[in-house]
């Protein structure tokens, strides 16, 4: 099958076709008139135009059946195209989403892993509450800057959202980030350049330093006050 329409070529010659036997049609009514005027000739060249006529009314005839069934296959031509393309396109749709699937069952499959990982650390939360020397408090430090994320005893609920809006890829064709839509939620972030942000881990573990350090010191002062208890009982001895 020609690659092209087909219609065209066959109007075109159907409208020349039409053409010349519209000449012919003008040219009989001067031959009748002739021949029943008795013009010398007249009858023969009436007659001859009556042939052409007739052969131009059939080939007019069979060009437009031969143009209506081009139109038809040119349209089924072009409805088959059609049908083709959206084949190809539901094709490549399939792959995209099956794609789109696989992403999915990683993300489940990370978030599962976060949650496992999240549930330990809130174990070791709860046992590090617990283990905290008596007569010492741990201190409420606030981690990242101006304390925006929260304190490091307690759910850290804005340092995991800073880290994963820290950690949001860079789209393939250079319009922004993907970022998980829940870690949009804090207005610091969203102001703030993700490049410009520490690792969530050294922000946590920089908190802990600083609580840790508290804690020793208020040791040292426990220790240095029961010392100085001893000393001193021991010198009214």
């Known amino acids: 099958m020609s690659q092209t329409s087909r219609a065209p070529a066959v109007a075109q010659k159907l409208e020349t076709a039409i053409s010349e036997r519209a000449v012919l049609h003008r ?16 009858d023969k060249r009436l007659a001859d135009l009556r042939v052409k006529i007739a052969a131009a009314d059939r080939e007019v005839d069979e060009l437009e059946k031969a143009h209506a069934l081009a139109l038809h296959l040119d349209r089924q031509k072009a409805a088959t195209a059609v049908i083709d393309m959206r084949a190809e396109q539901m094709a490549e749709f399939t792959v995209r989403v099956q794609a789109r699937d ?15 990982a999240y549930g330990e650390f809130s174990e070791a939360t ?13 201190p409420q430090v606030g981690m990242g800057k101006n304390g925006v994320l929260g304190p490091s005893f307690g ?3 804005g340092l995991l959202l800073a880290e994963l809006w820290r950690l949001g890829p860079a789209r393939k064709d250079g319009v922004g ?7 949009k939620a804090s207005p ?33 002062r426990m220790n240095s006050a029961v010392l100085r208890d001893v000393e001193e009982k021991a010198a009214a001895a």
């Open 27 to 42: 040219e009989i009514g001067q031959a009748a008139l002739d021949a029943a005027e008795g013009v010398r000739g007249a």
């Open 102 to 116: 696989g992403a999915m069952a990683k993300v489940m499959e990370a978030l599962a892993v976060v949650a496992k």
């Open 126 to 138: 709860l046992a590090a509450q617990i283990a905290v020397p008596i007569g010492t408090t741990a």
């Open 155 to 157: 759910p850290c609920e």
């Open 177 to 183: 980030r993907f970022v998980v839509p829940f870690a």
């Open 188 to 220: 610091f972030m969203t102001s703030s350049d993700h490049r410009d942000l520490s690792a969530g881990i050294e922000e946590f573990r920089k908190a802990d330093q600083v609580v840790m350090a508290e804690i020793e010191k208020q040791i040292e």
